[in-house]
């Protein structure tokens, strides 16, 4: 469903079509992939997020040009994603997971969608999938999708391949506020098309991720604070299993980093993700929350003052583990007055 602002879409298809200008091959190395300390089924392990190099987000690829904020396509990249070459990719960040400390957790991200056949071949996935069903120290894996491609036969295959494992569909909502998703992210889908895919991933046992976009465009840090808790709600509410809160970060060659560079964006305070996670810890009794800001502490990320950003961040992550909202109780800096006065002031204009 194209569901979007047509000028918007232009300014961000304007911008990210110097991009495609820059061609490059599918190769047999994954685009990125990281380690991170991660709960897993109760169990402090090792969580791989893996981004195969695909020929990307049809979104992104398409004359709308993608979401605002999204740099993941930061080069045209042509040929095709065949099994072989998927599973090549896979096996490089595997090879590295195995010296890490278990259970595991593995989350695969395309850059788009693991359930877009275009993207990701049929056998390619189920090939990519049975190797994981192998491992048994992988105990969960996290599959990221458009809410357009969650449909009953692909999870049907899936579940199949994957009867021993737990399993969530990522989906991102980014916000409930479909005049921010709209207006502010460009993301292209309705409220109405994600609790359908909520519904029917629940429907067939699987859990489901949703991944909220912390402070959009042109929303201002009070505001972007009242769209998380709205949104986490709405979320619980439709179904989720987990919560993933991202707060922006400036990737080059997007509408967001254009916005930033003219002095008229700041990415957000970590003390306002801080104050969500605090105000839904009760939801933790229901839900998982995961929250690891890219960037943080950085200009192009979530950041305080600079002296607090790491002790910050350390909390966070923390609380990220252990799901216990203590961990923020003897946070403090000079630099939190500085954000309180200006929710306030935010709060006073609106």
Request: hydrophobic share 35%; glycine share 6%.
């Amino acid at each position: 469903m194209e569901y979007y602002d047509k000028a918007l879409a232009a300014e961000v298809y304007e911008i990210r079509s110097r991009t495609f200008e820059h061609k490059k091959q599918i190769g047999n190395r994954p685009a990125t992939y990281w380690f991170a300390p991660e709960s897993v089924q109760g169990q402090i392990g090792t969580g791989l997020s893996l981004v195969l190099e695909t020929i990307g987000c049809f979104w992104s690829r398409s004359k709308s040009g993608g979401c605002s904020m999204c740099g993941y396509v930061s080069e045209y990249i042509e040929g095709t994603a065949t099994k072989d070459i998927l599973v090549s990719q896979l096996n490089v960040a595997l090879e590295n997971l195995r010296n890490k400390k278990p259970p595991y957790i593995v989350k695969i991200y395309t850059s788009g969608s693991f359930l877009d056949p275009k993207e990701v071949p049929t056998d390619a996935r189920n090939e990519i999938l049975q190797i994981l069903s192998n491992i048994d120290e992988v105990k969960e894996i996290v599959l990221e999708s458009r809410p357009e491609f969650v449909r009953k036969q692909y999870l049907r295959d899936i579940k199949q391949i994957l009867s021993n494992k737990s399993v969530e569909i990522a989906i991102g909502l980014e916000s409930s506020n479909e005049f921010v998703r709209v207006h502010s992210i460009n993301k292209g889908f309705t409220n109405k098309l994600y609790l359908k895919a909520v519904r029917t991933a629940r429907e067939l046992g699987f859990g489901v991720r949703t991944y909220l976009l912390f402070k959009p465009l042109f929303l201002s840090e009070a505001e972007a604070i009242d769209d998380a808790l709205r949104s986490i709600e709405f979320a619980i509410k439709a179904g989720t299993t987990t919560i993933s809160i991202n707060p922006m970060n400036i990737q080059s060659g997007t509408l967001v980093e254009k916005v930033w560079k003219a002095g008229s964006y700041r990415p957000p305070w970590l003390w306002s993700v801080v104050e969500v996670l605090k105000r839904t810890a009760q939801y933790t009794k229901q839900i998982r929350f995961d929250c690891d800001p890219t960037a943080a502490g950085k200009d192009r990320g979530a950041h305080n003052c600079g002296k607090c950003d790491t002790t910050v961040l350390e909390a966070i992550r923390n609380y990220a583990l252990h799901q216990n909202p203590k961990v923020f109780d003897n946070l403090t800096c000079d630099c939190k007055i500085k954000w309180k006065s200006e929710l306030n002031y935010e709060s006073l204009r609106r």
